[in-house]
């Protein structure tokens, strides 16, 4: 479906870097006709046209979600609520799978996703011994909100065979009390091993997810988003089914998780860049490392207070970075989910020894997360056009958890926009979401003020204007999946997918753009979404 819309008395962020003075614009057959003064725009006024006073708010092309899991996010409206806030404590989370205990047959699986250990007051992650006395017929995951680990009760263990004889799987970690007995804390792969478990959804329930989860990113104001990880042939069935239909809610651009995939992807001759402005094939991806909050992200120097501990590979890292090369010298755009300083400077390595093999002007290889960055590394992505994906919200989200693990010193170029800018690196914004939220506006905030959810401040220095957020969250999206000629800025023949707010922008303290409400988001000039 295409539409016109005329929006005319407001103040246009038209997805450039510098300020602009439009207060109109013109979306003709689901393309942007105009952008200018009201009276610019009313010349494109038709019969068939649908006129918007904006009434002084701010209008801006719709955001786009460089990195989060739309299926994800479909699935977790149906799974037990785990995130602070709502939940307080261990068990507040406990009471919410009794909760749904309740509501479940005996022997099905209860699914709880999005506690973070940092922000609870206990100060821990929960245990099987927390779940079981709430859930002695039910195999139970509790997934952390990075989602690299997981908390199974003891039914779950069970069905996956995990006891206190089974090993630590490669690149994964089972927590063991002093017995040796398994807490339920598993750690990476040891994760993925009752994962494993849970039945796969139907292509039906994964159509279903995907349905969910663009209502809730048409209330964010987001039209376009990378889904990070296709792994399965139903999930590719469910994304192209959909758009065959034509009710692919999202402009979706899909990583391809490759790890033993890559061949078959050749020989079927699937490339980045197939598809077209609402379902394309994105970059060949794999994992290097985990997260920081769970003290899995790979570095090169220790964590605090474990001396120890340098965080894991998920793989051999050789074997890693050939994968890489790989990819490379078979025609895709190549990322990896690269969190730590080791695994970004193998990630690197990766990259420069594949465009040395084959020299690639415009490859645009990606660093999914790109989180602990040293001036070296900054030196190393600037030299190759290497394409950061900062996840923007994570300052605001997991900023103490940052601190605590690894001290100051370590996070000064964590999601460094201000930095990245000034080296012209482009760096697109992202939540990676369902880990949190899926609000842009959030993100938005992160970059302009660096202040986490309880007011602390990270290296002011890396702050960015509202017009350098809003690019980061529309162009640099677009340019990180070859698509900035067909969206990202407010241009005329441009995708008409534009995102009205509740006030102007401008008016707007830094510190409360978190809080601003989308009031509408309209999708190639039909309204998708409208505030009540």
Sequence with gaps: MTGDLILTGGHVLTGHRTPSDATALAIRHGRIACVGSDSDVLSWKTSDSQLIDLRGRSIAPAFNDAHCHIMSVGFMAREVDARTPPNRTVQDIVNRVAERVK????????????????????????????????????????????????????????????????PDPEGGTIDRDTSGRPTGVLREEANKLVRRTIPD???????????????????????????????????????????????????SYIMMMIDERLELLKELGIRTGFGDDMLRIGPAKIFLDGSIGGRTARMSQPYEDEDDN??????????????????????????????????????????EEALEQSPRADHRHRI?????????????????????????TFLHSFQKAYVAN????????????????????????????????????????????????????????????????????????????????????LDPGKVGDVVVLETDLRGVEPAEMGTVNVDLTAMNGEIVYQRA
């Design 310 to 351: 340098l965080g894991l590979w998920m793989q051999d890292p050789q074997l890693m970075k050939q994968k890489l090369i790989d990819a490379h010298l078979a025609g895709f755009q190549c990322c990896a989910h690269a969190i730590g300083d080791a695994a970004i400077d193998l990630l690197l390595s990766a990259f």
């Design 103 to 166: 509501s479940t047959d005996k022997g099905l699986w209860i699914t709880a996703r999005g506690y973070d250990q940092a922000r609870l007051e206990d100060q821990r992650h929960p245990t099987r011994d927390d779940l079981d006395p709430v859930s002695p017929d039910h195999p139970v995951i509790l997934i952390r909100a990075c989602g690299h680990i997981g908390v199974a009760n003891s039914k779950a263990l069970e069905a996956a065979g995990i006891d206190a004889n089974t």
């Design 406 to 489: 690894l001290g100051m010193d370590r996070i000064r170029y964590a999601y460094a926009m201000r930095e990245f800018l000034n080296r012209g690196i482009v760096a697109a914004a992202s939540t990676d979401a369902p880990v949190v939220s899926t609000s842009a506006m959030i993100g938005i905030k992160t970059m302009m003020t660096r202040l986490s959810e309880e007011g602390d401040e990270l290296y002011a220095e890396e702050q960015i204007t509202l017009e350098e957020a809003i690019h980061a969250y529309t162009w640099a999206g677009a340019y990180a999946s070859f698509e900035e000629s067909i969206k990202g800025t």
């Design 368 to 392: 999914e997360h790109s989180s602990i960055l040293r001036p070296d590394l900054l030196d190393r992505i600037q030299a190759i056009n290497a394409i950061p994906i900062p996840g923007t």
């Design 201 to 251: 959804p139907t292509v039906e329930e994964i159509r279903e997810a995907l349905r969910l989860s663009g209502q809730e990113y048409y209330s964010q104001g987001v039209t376009s988003a990378a889904e990070a990880g296709i792994r399965t042939a139903d999930e590719m069935a469910a994304y192209s089914s959909l758009h065959q239909e034509g009710s692919l809610p999202l402009r």
